[in-house]
């Protein structure tokens, strides 16, 4: 991961977690919640190996399939 981004993926990360806790709408929530999903992946695939690989597949497989419903 470039060193540059990742000051930018922590603070979507924090900035979607306030976004979320301080939200008076539903779609606020959600949208903070997407926000969380897409900044979290980055740091899921971080080390470059399959297995942390596989597991942001799942982990944002599950997500968007939630985010549908």
């Given at each position: ?8 993926i ?5 900035a979607?977690?306030l ?8 779609f ?5 919640l ?36």
């Amino acid at each position: 991961m470039n060193p540059l981004a990742q000051p930018v993926i922590y603070s979507t990360i924090f900035a979607g977690t306030l976004i979320t806790a301080l939200s008076s709408h539903w779609f606020f929530t959600w949208v903070g919640l997407e926000m969380n999903m897409l900044a979290f992946i980055p740091v899921l695939t971080k080390k470059m190996n399959p297995r942390s690989t596989e597991a942001a597949i799942k982990y944002f497989l599950t997500q968007a399939t939630a985010s549908m419903i």
